[in-house]
Protein backbone atom coordinates (compact mmCIF):
# COMPACT_ATOMS: atom_id res chain seq x y z
CA UNK A 1 0.00 0.00 0.00
CA UNK A 2 1.55 3.73 -1.05
CA UNK A 3 0.62 5.30 2.11
CA UNK A 4 2.00 6.85 4.86
CA UNK A 5 0.34 5.60 7.38
CA UNK A 6 2.02 1.64 6.33
CA UNK A 7 5.14 3.11 5.79
CA UNK A 8 8.01 3.21 8.16
CA UNK A 9 7.78 5.50 11.31
CA UNK A 10 10.71 7.63 10.03
CA UNK A 11 8.93 8.34 6.06
CA UNK A 12 5.45 8.85 7.42
CA UNK A 13 6.81 11.40 10.36
CA UNK A 14 9.68 13.55 9.57
CA UNK A 15 10.52 12.48 5.88
CA UNK A 16 7.14 13.51 4.80
CA UNK A 17 7.21 16.62 6.68
CA UNK A 18 10.53 17.54 5.35
CA UNK A 19 9.07 16.97 1.74
CA UNK A 20 5.75 19.29 2.44
CA UNK A 21 8.48 22.07 3.94
CA UNK A 22 10.35 22.03 0.59
CA UNK A 23 7.21 21.54 -0.93
CA UNK A 24 5.71 24.63 0.57
CA UNK A 25 8.52 26.80 0.08
CA UNK A 26 8.62 26.49 -3.59
CA UNK A 27 5.03 27.40 -3.68
CA UNK A 28 5.74 30.40 -2.08
CA UNK A 29 2.44 29.99 0.53
CA UNK A 30 4.02 32.62 2.53
CA UNK A 31 2.97 34.92 -0.35
CA UNK A 32 -0.76 34.73 0.77
CA UNK A 33 -0.25 33.86 4.27
CA UNK A 34 2.52 36.10 5.31
CA UNK A 35 3.96 33.06 6.57
CA UNK A 36 7.71 32.61 5.95
CA UNK A 37 8.95 28.76 5.23
CA UNK A 38 11.12 27.68 7.91
CA UNK A 39 12.52 25.61 4.99
CA UNK A 40 15.67 26.27 2.40
CA UNK A 41 15.19 23.04 0.69
CA UNK A 42 14.30 23.87 -2.92
CA UNK A 43 11.83 21.87 -4.15
CA UNK A 44 11.20 22.15 -7.58
CA UNK A 45 13.11 18.51 -8.19
CA UNK A 46 10.88 17.64 -5.98
CA UNK A 47 8.17 18.11 -7.91
CA UNK A 48 8.92 15.05 -10.17
CA UNK A 49 6.19 12.05 -10.60
CA UNK A 50 8.83 9.85 -9.10
CA UNK A 51 8.19 11.50 -5.96
CA UNK A 52 4.29 11.53 -6.20
CA UNK A 53 3.56 9.13 -3.52
CA UNK A 54 5.83 11.19 -0.74
CA UNK A 55 4.21 14.43 -1.71
CA UNK A 56 0.99 12.89 -0.93
CA UNK A 57 2.16 11.47 1.93
CA UNK A 58 3.64 14.83 3.20
CA UNK A 59 0.13 16.40 2.43
CA UNK A 60 -1.58 14.05 4.64
CA UNK A 61 0.94 14.74 7.39
CA UNK A 62 -0.15 18.32 6.91
CA UNK A 63 -3.56 17.50 7.24
CA UNK A 64 -2.75 15.20 10.71
CA UNK A 65 -1.45 17.54 12.67
CA UNK A 66 -3.63 20.78 11.72
CA UNK A 67 -6.63 18.53 12.31
CA UNK A 68 -5.50 17.42 15.63
CA UNK A 69 -5.03 21.28 16.61
CA UNK A 70 -8.04 21.64 15.30
CA UNK A 71 -10.24 19.10 17.37
CA UNK A 72 -8.30 20.84 20.44
CA UNK A 73 -8.98 24.71 19.80
CA UNK A 74 -12.76 24.22 18.78
CA UNK A 75 -13.18 21.66 21.77
CA UNK A 76 -12.02 25.11 23.74
CA UNK A 77 -14.68 27.45 21.88
CA UNK A 78 -17.46 24.65 22.56
CA UNK A 79 -18.11 23.47 25.31
CA UNK A 80 -15.89 20.11 25.21
CA UNK A 81 -12.66 21.76 26.46
CA UNK A 82 -11.89 24.40 29.58
CA UNK A 83 -8.55 26.40 29.03
CA UNK A 84 -6.72 25.57 32.62
CA UNK A 85 -3.86 27.62 31.66
CA UNK A 86 -2.27 30.81 32.44
CA UNK A 87 -1.42 31.65 29.08
CA UNK A 88 -3.64 34.93 27.81
CA UNK A 89 -3.22 34.50 24.06
CA UNK A 90 -5.33 30.78 24.16
CA UNK A 91 -7.96 32.63 26.41
CA UNK A 92 -10.12 34.27 23.58
CA UNK A 93 -10.52 30.21 22.34
CA UNK A 94 -12.12 29.46 25.87
CA UNK A 95 -13.70 32.65 26.16
CA UNK A 96 -14.78 33.08 23.01
CA UNK A 97 -14.06 36.58 21.76
CA UNK A 98 -11.13 36.51 19.20
CA UNK A 99 -11.30 38.73 17.29
CA UNK A 100 -9.24 39.09 13.44
CA UNK A 101 -5.82 40.32 15.17
CA UNK A 102 -6.00 37.47 17.98
CA UNK A 103 -2.22 35.54 17.14
CA UNK A 104 -2.65 32.13 18.39
CA UNK A 105 -5.45 31.08 15.82
CA UNK A 106 -4.19 32.55 13.05
CA UNK A 107 -0.77 32.38 12.90
CA UNK A 108 0.53 29.88 15.23
CA UNK A 109 1.99 26.02 14.05
CA UNK A 110 -0.36 23.05 14.12
CA UNK A 111 2.07 22.34 17.41
CA UNK A 112 1.06 25.58 19.40
CA UNK A 113 -2.85 25.20 18.67
CA UNK A 114 -3.00 27.57 15.68
CA UNK A 115 -6.12 26.62 13.45
CA UNK A 116 -6.07 29.01 10.13
CA UNK A 117 -2.89 28.83 8.69
CA UNK A 118 -1.90 25.13 9.49
CA UNK A 119 -5.42 24.15 7.48
CA UNK A 120 -4.65 26.50 4.57
CA UNK A 121 -1.17 25.30 4.55
CA UNK A 122 -2.92 21.31 4.43
CA UNK A 123 -5.13 22.68 1.69
CA UNK A 124 -2.59 23.97 -0.37
CA UNK A 125 0.16 21.17 -0.20
CA UNK A 126 -2.86 18.73 -0.83
CA UNK A 127 -4.37 21.70 -3.73
CA UNK A 128 -1.04 21.72 -5.13
CA UNK A 129 0.19 17.81 -5.31
CA UNK A 130 -3.49 16.93 -6.61
CA UNK A 131 -2.84 19.70 -9.34
CA UNK A 132 0.90 17.92 -10.43
CA UNK A 133 -1.13 14.30 -10.27
CA UNK A 134 -3.54 15.60 -12.81
CA UNK A 135 -0.91 16.92 -15.31
CA UNK A 136 0.90 13.31 -14.95
CA UNK A 137 0.03 9.90 -16.42
CA UNK A 138 -0.70 6.77 -15.26
CA UNK A 139 2.49 5.29 -16.72
CA UNK A 140 4.54 8.35 -15.05
CA UNK A 141 2.91 7.71 -11.31
CA UNK A 142 1.85 3.82 -10.50
CA UNK A 143 -1.73 3.65 -8.71
CA UNK A 144 -2.07 7.31 -9.65
CA UNK A 145 -6.13 7.79 -8.92
CA UNK A 146 -4.89 6.13 -5.76
CA UNK A 147 -3.11 9.46 -5.10
CA UNK A 148 -5.45 12.18 -7.08
CA UNK A 149 -8.20 10.39 -4.53
CA UNK A 150 -5.96 10.44 -1.45
CA UNK A 151 -4.88 13.76 -1.68
CA UNK A 152 -8.53 15.15 -2.95
CA UNK A 153 -10.12 13.69 0.17
CA UNK A 154 -7.94 15.38 2.62
CA UNK A 155 -8.07 18.51 0.64
CA UNK A 156 -12.07 18.34 1.10
CA UNK A 157 -11.91 18.33 4.44
CA UNK A 158 -9.28 20.84 5.01
CA UNK A 159 -11.94 23.05 2.98
CA UNK A 160 -14.76 21.79 5.29
CA UNK A 161 -13.21 22.60 8.51
CA UNK A 162 -12.16 25.93 7.34
CA UNK A 163 -16.28 26.37 6.44
CA UNK A 164 -17.20 24.94 9.71
CA UNK A 165 -14.77 26.89 11.82
CA UNK A 166 -14.64 29.93 10.30
CA UNK A 167 -16.93 32.87 9.53
CA UNK A 168 -15.77 33.79 6.34
CA UNK A 169 -12.48 32.03 4.72
CA UNK A 170 -10.63 32.28 1.34
CA UNK A 171 -9.00 29.82 -1.37
CA UNK A 172 -5.90 30.65 -3.06
CA UNK A 173 -4.90 27.62 -5.35
CA UNK A 174 -1.67 27.22 -7.84
CA UNK A 175 -2.29 27.80 -11.56
CA UNK A 176 -0.55 25.17 -13.96
CA UNK A 177 2.78 27.76 -14.03
CA UNK A 178 2.77 27.08 -10.26
CA UNK A 179 1.81 31.50 -10.46
CA UNK A 180 -1.09 31.96 -7.27
CA UNK A 181 -4.34 32.37 -7.94
CA UNK A 182 -5.32 34.46 -5.20
CA UNK A 183 -8.84 33.54 -3.51
CA UNK A 184 -11.45 36.16 -2.60
CA UNK A 185 -13.13 36.37 1.03
CA UNK A 186 -15.95 33.29 0.60
CA UNK A 187 -18.53 32.32 3.25
CA UNK A 188 -19.13 28.78 4.78
CA UNK A 189 -21.60 27.97 1.91
CA UNK A 190 -19.11 28.39 -0.70
CA UNK A 191 -16.57 26.57 1.43
CA UNK A 192 -18.79 23.65 1.99
CA UNK A 193 -20.04 23.88 -1.92
CA UNK A 194 -16.18 23.56 -2.53
CA UNK A 195 -15.68 20.77 -0.54
CA UNK A 196 -18.18 18.91 -1.87
CA UNK A 197 -16.29 19.59 -5.48
CA UNK A 198 -13.41 17.78 -3.93
CA UNK A 199 -14.86 15.24 -2.46
CA UNK A 200 -16.51 14.15 -5.42
CA UNK A 201 -13.15 14.56 -7.17
CA UNK A 202 -11.72 12.07 -4.74
CA UNK A 203 -14.68 9.81 -5.43
CA UNK A 204 -14.74 9.62 -8.98
CA UNK A 205 -11.27 9.08 -8.66
CA UNK A 206 -11.28 6.32 -6.25
CA UNK A 207 -13.63 4.24 -8.18
CA UNK A 208 -11.67 4.26 -10.81
CA UNK A 209 -8.56 3.14 -8.58
CA UNK A 210 -10.71 -0.35 -7.51
CA UNK A 211 -10.93 -1.75 -4.26
CA UNK A 212 -7.31 -0.46 -3.32
CA UNK A 213 -8.95 3.04 -2.62
CA UNK A 214 -11.86 1.72 -0.40
CA UNK A 215 -10.77 3.70 2.28
CA UNK A 216 -10.74 7.33 0.46
CA UNK A 217 -13.82 5.91 -1.20
CA UNK A 218 -15.60 6.12 2.16
CA UNK A 219 -13.81 8.70 4.17
CA UNK A 220 -14.79 11.24 0.63
CA UNK A 221 -18.33 10.10 1.10
CA UNK A 222 -18.50 10.30 4.85
CA UNK A 223 -16.93 13.80 3.88
CA UNK A 224 -19.13 14.66 1.54
CA UNK A 225 -22.41 13.83 3.28
CA UNK A 226 -21.13 16.20 6.40
CA UNK A 227 -20.55 19.37 3.97
CA UNK A 228 -24.09 18.12 2.10
CA UNK A 229 -25.63 18.15 5.67
CA UNK A 230 -23.87 21.53 6.31
CA UNK A 231 -24.87 23.26 3.29
CA UNK A 232 -28.44 22.28 4.15
CA UNK A 233 -28.88 19.61 1.42
CA UNK A 234 -30.35 16.60 3.67
CA UNK A 235 -31.49 14.18 0.58
CA UNK A 236 -27.69 14.25 -0.53
CA UNK A 237 -26.50 14.11 2.55
CA UNK A 238 -28.18 10.52 3.57
CA UNK A 239 -27.66 9.21 -0.03
CA UNK A 240 -24.24 9.53 0.80
CA UNK A 241 -24.02 8.61 4.57
CA UNK A 242 -25.65 5.22 3.20
CA UNK A 243 -22.90 4.74 1.34
CA UNK A 244 -20.46 4.47 4.16
CA UNK A 245 -20.02 0.48 5.60
CA UNK A 246 -20.30 -0.39 8.79
CA UNK A 247 -17.51 -1.14 10.68
CA UNK A 248 -15.56 1.71 8.75
CA UNK A 249 -13.09 4.42 10.47
CA UNK A 250 -10.23 6.34 8.83
CA UNK A 251 -8.14 8.02 11.50
CA UNK A 252 -5.83 10.86 11.85
CA UNK A 253 -2.37 8.75 12.75
CA UNK A 254 -0.34 9.41 15.70
CA UNK A 255 3.19 8.99 16.54
CA UNK A 256 5.80 10.00 19.25
CA UNK A 257 8.22 10.72 16.41
CA UNK A 258 7.85 14.30 16.31
CA UNK A 259 5.51 17.07 18.33
CA UNK A 260 3.75 17.24 14.84
CA UNK A 261 2.78 13.90 14.95
CA UNK A 262 1.10 13.82 18.38
CA UNK A 263 -2.25 13.21 19.40
CA UNK A 264 -3.03 17.04 20.20
CA UNK A 265 -5.65 16.33 22.68
CA UNK A 266 -3.81 14.12 24.44
CA UNK A 267 -0.92 16.33 24.60
CA UNK A 268 -3.67 19.02 25.96
CA UNK A 269 -5.57 17.05 28.64
CA UNK A 270 -4.53 12.76 28.76
CA UNK A 271 -3.08 10.56 30.98
CA UNK A 272 0.88 10.80 30.71
CA UNK A 273 1.80 7.60 33.00
CA UNK A 274 1.74 8.74 36.80
CA UNK A 275 1.19 12.38 35.65
CA UNK A 276 -1.16 14.53 33.43
CA UNK A 277 -1.80 16.86 30.40
CA UNK A 278 -3.55 19.62 32.37
CA UNK A 279 -3.64 22.40 29.60
CA UNK A 280 -7.02 22.30 29.16
CA UNK A 281 -9.54 20.50 31.47
CA UNK A 282 -12.45 18.46 30.38
CA UNK A 283 -15.80 20.70 30.09
CA UNK A 284 -18.88 20.65 32.84
CA UNK A 285 -21.03 18.65 30.08
CA UNK A 286 -18.95 15.47 29.86
CA UNK A 287 -17.82 15.00 33.06
CA UNK A 288 -20.38 12.89 35.07
CA UNK A 289 -22.24 11.35 31.90
CA UNK A 290 -21.12 8.04 32.87
CA UNK A 291 -20.97 6.33 29.00
CA UNK A 292 -18.07 4.35 27.35
CA UNK A 293 -17.69 6.76 24.51
CA UNK A 294 -16.42 9.83 26.96
CA UNK A 295 -14.28 8.25 29.17
CA UNK A 296 -12.93 10.81 31.66
CA UNK A 297 -11.45 10.82 35.25
CA UNK A 298 -11.20 13.38 38.49
CA UNK A 299 -7.35 12.86 39.34
CA UNK A 300 -5.94 13.59 42.53
CA UNK A 301 -4.26 16.92 41.28
CA UNK A 302 -4.73 20.75 42.49
CA UNK A 303 -6.77 23.04 40.35
CA UNK A 304 -5.16 25.14 37.83
CA UNK A 305 -3.53 28.19 38.88
CA UNK A 306 -7.14 29.99 37.48
CA UNK A 307 -9.34 27.74 39.58
CA UNK A 308 -10.27 25.49 37.14
CA UNK A 309 -10.69 21.92 38.26
CA UNK A 310 -8.75 19.31 36.46
CA UNK A 311 -10.70 16.92 34.95
CA UNK A 312 -9.12 14.33 32.23
CA UNK A 313 -10.25 12.56 29.04
CA UNK A 314 -8.91 9.01 28.69
CA UNK A 315 -10.43 8.60 25.08
CA UNK A 316 -7.20 8.77 23.77
CA UNK A 317 -4.53 7.30 26.10
CA UNK A 318 -1.32 8.56 24.58
CA UNK A 319 0.71 10.72 22.27
CA UNK A 320 -0.23 7.95 19.24
CA UNK A 321 -3.54 7.74 20.01
CA UNK A 322 -5.66 8.04 16.73
CA UNK A 323 -8.38 10.58 16.08
CA UNK A 324 -11.28 9.24 13.50
CA UNK A 325 -11.73 12.17 11.24
CA UNK A 326 -14.25 9.67 8.58
CA UNK A 327 -16.72 7.30 10.18
CA UNK A 328 -19.84 4.86 10.05
CA UNK A 329 -21.09 6.00 13.43
CA UNK A 330 -20.82 9.54 11.85
CA UNK A 331 -22.50 8.71 8.71
CA UNK A 332 -25.23 7.37 10.86
CA UNK A 333 -26.23 9.84 12.69
CA UNK A 334 -26.03 12.25 9.56
CA UNK A 335 -28.68 9.49 8.29
CA UNK A 336 -30.22 10.11 11.57
CA UNK A 337 -30.33 13.80 11.26
CA UNK A 338 -32.06 13.74 7.47
CA UNK A 339 -34.57 11.15 8.80
CA UNK A 340 -36.23 13.00 11.60
CA UNK A 341 -38.25 14.91 9.94
CA UNK A 342 -39.10 12.94 6.78
CA UNK A 343 -38.88 9.06 8.97
CA UNK A 344 -39.04 9.71 11.72
CA UNK A 345 -39.25 5.57 12.71
CA UNK A 346 -36.06 5.50 10.88
CA UNK A 347 -34.06 8.19 12.71
CA UNK A 348 -34.96 6.50 16.21
CA UNK A 349 -33.62 3.19 15.82
CA UNK A 350 -30.42 4.91 14.61
CA UNK A 351 -30.84 6.78 17.65
CA UNK A 352 -31.24 4.53 19.54
CA UNK A 353 -28.82 2.26 18.51
CA UNK A 354 -26.21 4.66 19.52
CA UNK A 355 -28.17 5.05 23.02
CA UNK A 356 -27.33 1.51 23.39
CA UNK A 357 -23.55 2.27 22.55
CA UNK A 358 -23.72 4.62 25.73
CA UNK A 359 -25.36 2.75 28.29
CA UNK A 360 -28.81 4.84 27.91
CA UNK A 361 -31.98 4.07 27.55
CA UNK A 362 -33.92 3.70 24.24
CA UNK A 363 -36.62 6.55 23.47
CA UNK A 364 -39.60 5.21 23.29
CA UNK A 365 -41.78 4.82 19.68
CA UNK A 366 -43.91 8.09 21.40
CA UNK A 367 -41.23 10.37 21.14
CA UNK A 368 -42.00 13.55 19.56
CA UNK A 369 -39.82 15.61 17.18
CA UNK A 370 -38.68 17.85 19.30
CA UNK A 371 -37.26 15.17 21.93
CA UNK A 372 -35.91 12.77 18.73
CA UNK A 373 -34.14 16.21 18.11
CA UNK A 374 -32.43 16.31 21.31
CA UNK A 375 -31.66 12.89 21.50
CA UNK A 376 -29.74 13.00 17.88
CA UNK A 377 -27.94 16.45 19.10
CA UNK A 378 -27.15 14.53 22.62
CA UNK A 379 -25.42 11.46 21.05
CA UNK A 380 -23.37 13.42 18.30
CA UNK A 381 -22.13 14.65 21.61
CA UNK A 382 -21.22 11.59 22.97
CA UNK A 383 -20.35 9.86 20.08
CA UNK A 384 -18.51 12.06 18.40
CA UNK A 385 -16.62 13.55 21.35
CA UNK A 386 -13.12 15.73 20.56
CA UNK A 387 -13.60 15.08 16.83
CA UNK A 388 -13.69 18.48 15.62
CA UNK A 389 -17.72 18.54 15.14
CA UNK A 390 -18.93 20.00 18.66
CA UNK A 391 -18.29 23.32 17.58
CA UNK A 392 -20.45 23.70 14.05
CA UNK A 393 -23.27 21.54 16.11
CA UNK A 394 -23.47 24.46 18.26
CA UNK A 395 -23.56 27.01 15.58
CA UNK A 396 -26.07 25.33 13.43
CA UNK A 397 -28.68 24.07 16.02
CA UNK A 398 -28.18 27.47 17.83
CA UNK A 399 -27.35 25.93 21.10
CA UNK A 400 -27.02 27.24 24.60
CA UNK A 401 -23.17 28.67 25.19
CA UNK A 402 -21.76 27.27 28.51
CA UNK A 403 -20.76 29.34 29.99
CA UNK A 404 -22.88 31.62 29.04
CA UNK A 405 -22.12 34.90 27.49
CA UNK A 406 -21.43 37.60 30.30
CA UNK A 407 -20.51 34.97 32.92
CA UNK A 408 -17.04 35.71 34.93
CA UNK A 409 -14.09 33.75 33.06
CA UNK A 410 -11.51 32.27 35.46
CA UNK A 411 -8.67 33.42 33.55
CA UNK A 412 -10.10 37.48 33.71
CA UNK A 413 -13.01 39.01 31.83
CA UNK A 414 -16.27 37.55 31.04
CA UNK A 415 -17.25 34.69 28.21
CA UNK A 416 -18.49 36.12 24.78
CA UNK A 417 -20.40 34.71 22.41
CA UNK A 418 -17.49 34.62 19.52
CA UNK A 419 -18.64 31.16 17.81
CA UNK A 420 -16.37 31.23 14.35
CA UNK A 421 -13.17 32.34 13.91
CA UNK A 422 -13.13 35.81 12.26
CA UNK A 423 -11.42 35.88 8.64
CA UNK A 424 -8.21 36.32 9.88
CA UNK A 425 -5.98 39.61 9.80
CA UNK A 426 -2.81 37.72 8.47
CA UNK A 427 -4.81 36.64 5.33
CA UNK A 428 -6.71 40.51 4.74
CA UNK A 429 -3.02 42.18 4.93
CA UNK A 430 -1.04 39.47 2.36
CA UNK A 431 -3.79 38.19 0.43
CA UNK A 432 -3.10 41.07 -3.02
CA UNK A 433 -7.44 39.73 -4.38
CA UNK A 434 -8.79 41.70 -0.90
CA UNK A 435 -6.95 44.66 -0.97
CA UNK A 436 -8.92 47.49 -2.57
Same mark, same amino acid.
Given at each position: ??????????????????????????????? #????????????? %??? $???????????? @?????????? #???????????????????? *??? #????????????????????? %????????????? +??????????????????????????? #?????????????????????????????????????????????????????????????????????????????????????? $???????????????????????????? +??????????????????? *??????? @????????????????????????????????????????????? $????????????????????????????????????????????????????????? *??????????????? %??????????????????????????
Amino acid at each position: MPFHRFLKPMASGAAAAMVVIGLLASCKTSD #YLGVTSPSRIPAS %GLE $DPANAELLVNGA @VADFECAYGS #YVTATGLISDELDDATQTAD *RFP #YDRRDMISSSVRYQSDGCTAL %GTYSPLQTARVSA +DNIRRLLNGWTDQQVPDRQLLVATAAA #YEGYAELLLGEGFCSTAFSTFNADATVNYGTEITPQQAFDSAITRFSEAITAAQAAGTSANNYLYMAYDGRARAELDAGDLAAAKA $DAALVPSGFELDMTGSTISSRRYNRVWA +DNGQNGTTYNQASSVGPDY *RNLNDPR @VPVIHPNVPNSTTGVPIWVQLKYTSASSPIPIASYTEAQLIIAEA $DLASDPAAALAIINTSRAAGGEAPLAPTATAAELKDALINERARALFLQGTRLYDII *RFQLPLVPAAGAAYP %GGGVYSNQLCMPFPDVENFNNPALKS
